[in-house]
């Protein structure tokens, strides 16, 4: 699987849209971008997935470059409970594979 | 649908000692991982399992021995517990459907400490 590359932290005000890019330029054709986020100790929760086409729902947008050497996943209007650590993945679409977590973007939202 | 759930949530071993943790998922799912976290590290792939009777390693495998005998079971042994294995187990399933992958479920995790 590709290596993804995030920014440790971000800060965000309350109400405002947060982005959140991802680097991931040895990404293969077959390969997804999978988003997911980690609230305080919890375990990690899906949010969002991609091949190639931007894609939106009920949680966040995710908007992938052409080249699709990187991401960007939006809250469009972050609250409070949106602070989480957030992590950006790569996986192959078919076939058995593993998902393997970096380090991820620690997301502040501040009131 | 309780999804992914992991026995105990809690638990204090002493060094050499042994348990085994817990993960049950009531989804079908044929893919199973174990993986640990570090405090303010991500998560690292223990084990993984590809349906029942069919496990490998991950990438931090040794001091941990799995098993999968059924579809809905993936328990974790810890055989001579350390303090280096001090850390939240988490325990994930995902669906593969004509070879397409699925998101991943994880459980709420089970906090161990070896003292």
């Known amino acids: 699987d590709a290596k993804t590359t995030q920014p440790t932290s971000m800060d965000c005000a309350e109400g405002r849209a947060a982005n959140l890019p991802c680097n991931h330029s040895?990404?293969?054709?077959?390969?997804?971008v999978y988003w997911y986020r980690q609230i305080h100790s919890q375990g990690p929760q899906y949010i969002i997935h991609?091949?190639?086409n931007n894609e939106t729902n009920e949680m966040a947008s995710l908007i992938i470059t052409e080249d699709r050497k990187s991401s960007t996943l939006i809250l469009p209007h972050a609250t409070l409970r949106d602070t989480a650590v957030y992590y950006c993945?790569?996986?192959?679409?078919?076939?058995?594979?593993?998902?393997?977590f970096g380090s991820g973007t620690k997301l502040n939202v501040k009131p | 649908n309780a999804g992914v759930t992991q026995t105990p949530k809690f638990r204090i071993l002493k060094i050499g000692q042994s348990m085994t943790l817990q993960c049950a998922q009531d989804?079908?799912?044929?893919?199973m991982y174990w993986y640990r976290q570090d405090p303010g590290m991500g998560l690292k792939l223990i084990y993984y399992?590809?349906?029942?009777?069919?496990?490998d390693k991950g990438e931090v495998p040794n001091g941990y021995n799995v098993s999968r005998s059924t579809t809905e079971d993936f328990p974790l042994r810890l055989e001579l517990a350390a303090p280096s294995q001090t850390s939240v187990y988490f325990c994930?399933?995902?669906?593969?459907?004509?070879?397409?992958?699925?998101?991943?479920?994880f459980g709420q995790g089970t906090r161990l400490t070896v003292v």
């Open positions: 991609g091949l190639k």
């Open positions: 994930a399933s995902t669906h593969s459907s004509a070879g397409m992958n699925t998101e991943a479920f």
């Open positions: 040895t990404i293969s054709g077959n390969e997804y």
């Open positions: 399992s590809v349906g029942a009777g069919i496990t």
């Open positions: 989804m079908n799912h044929n893919y």
């Open positions: 993945i790569v996986r192959e679409g078919y076939n058995f594979n593993k998902f393997y």
